[in-house]
């Protein structure tokens, strides 16, 4: 059971099930079992350590690596040391990790294996750096990790947390191409864990067994782990996704509760033998980042024979807005293509141009109020004015809401493509593709996938005279950007559609993709 009081802060939450349940498992991964006990003295041993090495209350420590159980000891000595965990996409390419280790200034960096060439390659270009610390060890110069951390005190560092102390931050992408660091701080947490406690989907109980397969540095896989050691759950965490994997862990652990894309869920789905498969320990399934197909989600409620509950929030309310309860699931309250109805104590409007509330059935911007909306983005002053205009964050999406308060998503006001989870602006796809010397021009527009729910189309205009295929442009736009936000198809014109001002009208280019669809987004 959640319980703000006794743990108002992050940092509280080892420190307190250390004391209740040490002996009990608090994370599963790859074989290897971390104890409550053991998870309170290793993140004492992190926060010292951080201390040891100059970090201050406020700075920023980061992590690039795929899942590892190890990420919540280092999240937690974090909040020990009054100091943000900043975790990097590390689907990214080497520049856009470079952006945000500097624009968020962090003092260390933890990084796992798979990723050593890469911090190679940045570590010069990011001036704030002091340390990096190798987490699979085996590096000439960074210390590895297991080494660092057991070489440091294990008393508690003596440190008071404060509410307002920024203790995750993730980096969300922008119009302008340029990523914006989230500060989420223990305070918003608080109102997640009061809102969550109330609700069946993240109701979880002490023994049970959560899975964690989503990506850390996204907020779903960060909460996922906070929310099951809050109570007292064993989370077995995944390094990547695998359906393999998944359904294998599913049954050897017997999986009570978990939090799956739609992706992840049509993966699932289609996975040979999977009919045959034992899910009777599963209780909650959750799932968001992008809503689902109704036929897919019949499928699963019968295949998986859990209550599901949709997600819908963004990073800068720590996941949480609206949620589609399992009794809405049933079909015959015709819900199913809502995104639901808000947390009990936040207030979810939809407005006009001018934040005034719409009536019934009109689509406006869907805007969000509660204690969970972050504090505000990283050294970006004006677009956190601009996104909690009136005391409210504003989404960027548009939808509308029923007669009975049930929220549907209709479009989205700020052109963002999510793709199987991943945010993708039209902007940062643009820059890359603009660079090719034979692109004059181009849009870069979300069309509708059966995988991912929306896949990136580049459409572009070429230089008089000049010539390229498909194939040369996605190929150049992998060497400039991460893999999931390159085009998986291009089409050529003569010339954009733009309005009087110049402005693209990727309403328009949408228009032929999407007709026939009731919802124009993912």
């Known amino acids: ?221 960060c909460n996922i782990g906070i929310l099951a050691t809050a109570q007292g759950a064993k989370t077995v965490v995944l390094r990547e996704i695998d359906p393999k994997v998944i359904l294998d862990l599913v049954e050897e652990h017997k999986v009570n509760h978990t939090f799956w894309v739609p992706a992840v869920i049509l993966m699932l789905s289609q996975y040979p033998g999977v009919d045959d498969r034992d899910f009777s320990s599963l209780k909650t399934i959750s799932y968001g980042a992008s809503p689902i197909a109704e036929d897919l989600l019949k499928r699963a409620v019968d295949l998986f024979g859990a209550k599901f509950t949709q997600l819908y929030g963004l990073t800068e309310t720590v996941g949480l807005g609206t949620y589609l309860p399992p009794e809405a699931h049933d079909p015959s309250w015709g819900k199913l293509r809502s995104c639901g109805v808000p947390y009990p104590t936040s207030v979810v409007r939809v407005v006009d141009g001018d934040d005034k509330p719409l009536p019934t059935g009109e689509v406006g911007e869907i805007v969000i109020k509660g204690g969970f909306v972050m504090k505000g983005y990283w050294h970006r002053e004006e677009a956190t004015d601009e996104a909690l205009e009136g005391g409210f964050f504003h989404t960027g999406d548009a939808g509308y809401v029923d007669e009975d308060g049930f929220l549907y998503i209709h479009d989205r006001i700020k052109d963002m493509i999510v793709s199987g989870g991943e945010n993708v602006y039209p902007a940062e796809v643009e820059n890359a593709v603009f660079g090719h010397p034979a692109v004059a021009d181009v849009a870069v527009i979300g069309i509708p996938s059966e995988k991912w729910g929306e896949e990136v189309k580049a459409i572009v205009v070429l230089k008089e005279g000049e010539q390229a295929t498909a194939e040369d442009i996605i190929a150049w736009t992998r060497e400039k950007i991460a893999g999931y936000k390159c085009p998986k198809s291009v089409d050529f014109a003569d010339a954009l559609p733009r309005n009087p001002s110049g402005k693209i009208l990727r309403k328009d280019l949408r228009e032929p993709y999407w007709e026939g669809t009731d919802r124009r987004v993912s």
């Open 1 to 221: 059971m959640l319980d703000p009081v006794a743990m108002p802060h992050l940092a509280d939450i080892p420190r307190v099930q250390a004391g209740r349940i040490p002996e009990k498992p608090a994370f599963w991964f790859e074989g290897e079992t971390t104890t409550f006990g053991e998870l309170d003295t290793r993140a004492n041993q992190v926060a010292n350590g951080l201390v040891a090495l100059g970090v201050q209350p406020g700075d920023r420590v980061a992590y690039l690596g795929k899942n590892m159980a190890v990420y919540y000891e280092m999240l937690f000595g974090c909040a020990k040391a009054r100091a943000a965990m900043t975790g990097i996409n590390n689907r990214l390419a080497p520049p856009e990790m470079q952006f945000i280790l500097s624009d968020s200034e962090s003092k260390i960096l933890f990084v796992s294996a798979d990723f050593y060439e890469a911090a190679t390659k940045i570590a010069s270009q990011c001036p704030e750096l002091k340390q990096i610390i190798a987490i699979d060890g085996g590096h000439e110069e960074w210390p590895a990790y297991a080494d660092w951390r057991d070489s440091q005190n294990t008393d508690a560092p003596g440190i008071s947390p404060q509410g307002s102390d920024d203790v995750i931050q993730l980096y969300t992408s922008g119009t302008t191409g340029l990523p914006k660091g989230v500060m989420l701080t223990n305070d918003n947490y608080r109102a997640v864990f009061e809102e969550a406690g109330k609700l069946a989907w993240s109701a979880y109980e002490e023994g049970e067994v959560v899975m964690n397969a989503m990506p850390l540095f996204h907020v779903a896989g």
